[in-house]
């Protein structure tokens, strides 16, 4: 008789890892479908399709890696000149959006959040709905 293989646990470092990539993606394909609904093009350039999902606050910055209002979306032009040059985009936020909200996060980014796998999978959750009842 063989015997069965015993199933080797996920070290929590490596789901929190995955389930991050799983909330990245739905996040992203959430603000795109808005940003393509609200704009149509890059809002930043207002040249190119939407590609991708552009951070005004950088998303190493946890607290507002998946809050709609820090994010928008974006070329890969767009996304790629805001390292050389943030002041264009930075003034398009304030323009757009004013400069209340952008002082805000700013100061929210100040914040920690230490992800656990409840959060991660709630935010999964909310971002893969939300783009379905679009």
Known sequence: MAKKKKKKKVPLRTQLRRLEKKADKAFSEY???????????????????????FHFVRRRRKILRWDPKNVVGACHRCNYIEYRDPDLSRAWFIKTRGVDLYLAIVEKSKEQLVPDLIYLQAIVDLYTKAKSEL
């Open 31 to 53: 603000i795109r479908a808005i940003s393509k609904v609200e704009f149509g093009k890059c809002p930043l350039c207002n040249v190119n399709e939407i590609q991708c999902c």
